[in-house]
């Protein structure tokens, strides 16, 4: 009887090698240029007609809200209540931060809806317990 069992046990052993094997293995495609935020040699400025259009609120995958706001002759983005970034154009539609926090692309539709995608820098910080956490890059999408 104990051999039945071992013969059994032997012969399922393969299989959850291979189970395991497979499960182990998970791939996500993330494009590389999404997820670093870098400030060409080269930009626009954008004069404040050029940027009305896009000065509003966006609601991003995360629930949170991005903002496009001016100031003077600047362009300005935040998220929620965080700190404001001087942002520029980079390409027709996409823009950086000049402090290479944010970067975003923003299409705007012909009913007022706009989509697109923000990656941002989220800052390191100190936990209350003593640890901490690094920065990270994240990325999330516009509805």
């Not at 494009?31 to 991003?60: C, H, V």
Request: without cysteine.
């Amino acid at each position: 009887m104990k051999i039945i069992q071992l013969a059994m046990l032997a012969a399922m052993l393969p299989l959850a090698i291979q189970a395991q094997e497979q499960s182990d293995t998970v791939s996500v495609p993330v494009r590389a240029n999404d997820l670093r935020i870098e400030l060409p040699d080269s930009y626009k400025k954008m004069w404040p007609e050029q940027f009305d259009d896009y000065k509003r609120g966006y609601t991003l995958s995360n629930g949170q809200t991005l903002y496009i706001r001016s100031l003077g002759s600047n362009m300005y983005a935040f998220v929620d209540n965080d700190e404001w970034h001087k942002i520029v154009a980079v390409a027709p539609n996409t823009f950086v931060a000049l402090d290479r926090q944010l970067k975003m692309e923003i299409n705007l539709h012909e009913d007022d809806g706009a989509s697109g995608w923000l990656t941002m820098i989220v800052p390191s910080r100190q936990l209350s317990g003593g640890g901490f956490v690094p920065e990270k890059i994240v990325s999330f999408a516009m509805r």
